[in-house]
């Protein structure tokens, strides 16, 4: 099971360490989620979510405040004996210095961030899910053109790269050659992005490693972006039926998620570029309600209706 350290989350999202006695090093975190433990600290356990982060707002905080000192310490020690990866109070909100103590007592980090609990609910919810996404990776080049993501595929040295190079001189945008890790955030959605290792880099044969932001400056490069097209690129075969019209989409399948795929066969002389561009501008076009393929079938068939009623007017 993929899990994120608790250390790479507090650097990503600014939080404040109040417990620096105790060693976060070896908590990990395997939840997409997190638990508002209103429930628990009012002493219901039961389906208890003790592995999530646990996040405390103003309501949770405001009613720990209200309870006598007696019952605070023993509530305390009964919700921070369980295995809990760390507590985050939201909206700047200073904890108990009882339940700090007793929180270090458990071994259990007590954080604080200035953000609001619904605006940190949503940015960790979003970021955990990300990062705890299935993933695979896979051989091809993703990159951002017009906003949409195109992931091109294909045999070994077909032209990928060759096609990255020429998309990016035209102001679109690389995420990742070569290896692509994709990731399945929702039933709808594929986020693609480059390995650690590789990421802004261009292997051309024949001319060896290329830094993207180097040579083409930031805004030539992005960290992620969601897979909405996939582009293979095949050699020419004069025997193969190729689709001409477009009527029915074609999918490829990633992670049980499927994209609009086109097979693009290559000759020399075509600009495979200019046939990527044409491509994602034409699937915004289909996700906004207009279909080419379908407008021209549209006066083909009512070009056929005329001509019947003209010829059935003459007899």
């Not at 007592?105 to 949503?122: D, N």
């Not at 490693?209 to 293979?232: A, C, M, N, P």
């Not at 501008?281 to 209706?305: C, D, F, I, P, T």
Request: hydrophobic share 35%.
């Amino acid at each position: 099971m993929s899990s994120v350290s608790l250390k790479n989350i507090i650097e990503k999202q600014k939080l404040e360490n109040l417990t620096p006695e105790v060693d976060i090093k070896k908590i990990r975190i395997s939840q997409p989620d997190i638990n508002r433990p209103a429930l628990q600290l009012a002493g219901y356990f039961e389906h208890f979510e003790a592995t999530r982060l646990q996040v405390i707002g103003f309501v949770e905080y405001t009613y720990m405040e209200s309870l006598p000192a007696n019952k605070k310490e023993q509530m305390y020690r009964e919700f921070l004996s369980f295995d809990i990866p760390g507590v985050v109070f939201c909206r700047d909100l200073t904890p108990d210095p009882l339940f700090v103590k007793i929180a270090v007592e458990e071994k259990v980090p007590v954080l604080i961030t200035k953000k609001s609990t619904s605006s940190f609910t949503a940015e960790i919810i979003r970021w955990l899910n990300v990062k705890l996404a299935p993933c695979i990776s896979i051989h091809g080049v993703l990159v951002d053109v017009y906003g949409v993501g195109v992931l091109i595929t294909g045999e070994s040295g077909i032209g990928k790269s060759e096609t990255a190079i020429e998309l990016i001189k035209r102001g679109h945008r690389l995420v990742s050659d070569d290896v692509v890790e994709i990731r399945r955030v929702s039933e709808e959605t594929l986020i693609g992005s480059a390995p650690d290792i590789t990421k802004h880099f261009i292997e051309m044969r024949g001319v060896g490693i290329i830094d993207v932001k180097t040579l083409y400056g930031v805004s030539s490069v992005r960290e992620t972006q969601t897979i909405d097209l996939v582009i293979k690129l095949e050699d020419w075969d004069k025997d193969k039926e190729y689709d001409r019209l477009g009527l029915e989409e074609e999918y490829t399948e990633y992670l049980g998620n499927k994209v609009v795929c086109h097979r693009i066969p290559i000759r020399p002389g075509r600009n495979l570029a200019v046939i990527c561009e044409s491509a994602a501008v034409n699937h915004r076009q289909k996700a906004m309600g207009y279909n080419a393929a379908q407008e021209l079938y549209n006066r083909v068939q009512n070009s056929l209706a005329r001509r019947r009623s003209d010829e059935d007017d003459d007899e």
